[in-house]
């Protein structure tokens, strides 16, 4: 089987060179450079600038949104989102444990609990089935909002993910969420440009946050934002990312604790050289999932992950699927000796030890995907395409 897979993986990326292939790595071929130089000559490099304004403006259009707030990464984009959302001390937030370490440390700076739920196959997104018959059993509606019968406590949010830029079954998982009063949040880090029923990842639900990391599709080196499409909420996440100070010409006036977690102007400068090119990357990245996805046809023990039917995907990681658990300490350390730095998925966060004793439902499949998914290397240059 390693052989197997390394010969598809050579084919698609003609790796007879002794070059490296990472996961994700940044394109900078475009005005990156200019960008930075007209940031640093206009002196405003820090937490004010035209530019932070400039790619707030750009992105709210590129998405279709009605605010976009930039903040210094995802991580803190989805702990301004679960704040707004009213997210209180002692409070669950429903999430996939299989998920980057972000959307449950988000909840925790906010002194709520991770409560870990079961995903589904295809679209490794939370099941809104299996979603719907746990909460029927364990939670309570008092006073218009949902309590867990077991800890007494409130349920507020749920953090959907959208996995590698595949975004699962939103309508259901919302139709779920409004029967049980809980506010559905995207942590939309990896799906900049992916499509919900034409709709674009981030705009769906009231609030979502998206990543500028380096390895993501693009970058502002590090950045996010959050995205919603309520004014007055978007106003508010101004305020309170940006030290909850009160406009004054000299004054210090602050009227509330709020949070640095401003982006600064040079990452925003970045971050519109890079929007310049988001729609020459989005479709490198499938054209790269399409080879993929020819190349991995007519395998008989794994498949390559698509699309689900409601979503179109940015594919910011492709993987393949084993069909069933298997040991990929042998695969792994085989494709990094040829170069090909392949990734298993994160690790389920209920067994990491900070996270061990949260709330969950059964996951088994959750811990199944596991050891059945290698993510293989996703940088947008690699389709060949320019
Ligand atoms: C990248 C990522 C984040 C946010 O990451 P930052 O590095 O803080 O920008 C959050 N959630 C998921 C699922 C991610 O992949």
Known sequence: MNQDILGRLNHVLKATDNKAYHLHEPSFDGGDKDYLMRCIDSGFVSSVG?????????LADFLGAERVVACVNGTAALQLCLAVAGVEKGDEVLMPSLTFIATANAASYLGATPHFVEVEEHSLSVCPDKLKA???SISEIKD???YNKKSGQ?????MMMHCFGHIGRYDELKEVCE??????????????????KSKKAGTLSRLAGISFNGNKIITTGGGG???????????RLKHISTTAKIPHKYRFQHDEIGYNFRMPNLNAALGLAQLDKIETYLEQKRNLARKYSEAFSDCSYAEFGLESKDCKSNYWLNYIKLNKPTDLEEIIPFLHKQKLFVRPIWEP???LPMY?????????LTEDLNNRILCLPSSPFLSGTQ
């Open 50 to 58: 035209k530019f932070i304004d400039e790619f707030e403006e750009r």
């Open 134 to 136: 746990y909460l029927k």
């Open 144 to 146: 218009s909002k949902c």
């Open 154 to 158: 409130k349920i507020s949010a749920l």
């Open 179 to 196: 029967t049980f009063k809980i506010e559905l949040i995207e942590d939309a880090a990896e799906a900049l440009g992916s499509e919900y």
């Open 225 to 235: 934002v959050v995205v919603t499409n309520d004014a007055a909420l978007g106003k």
């Open 349 to 351: 966060l209920h067994q």
């Open 356 to 364: 061990s004793s949260c709330p969950r439902t059964d996951l088994k």
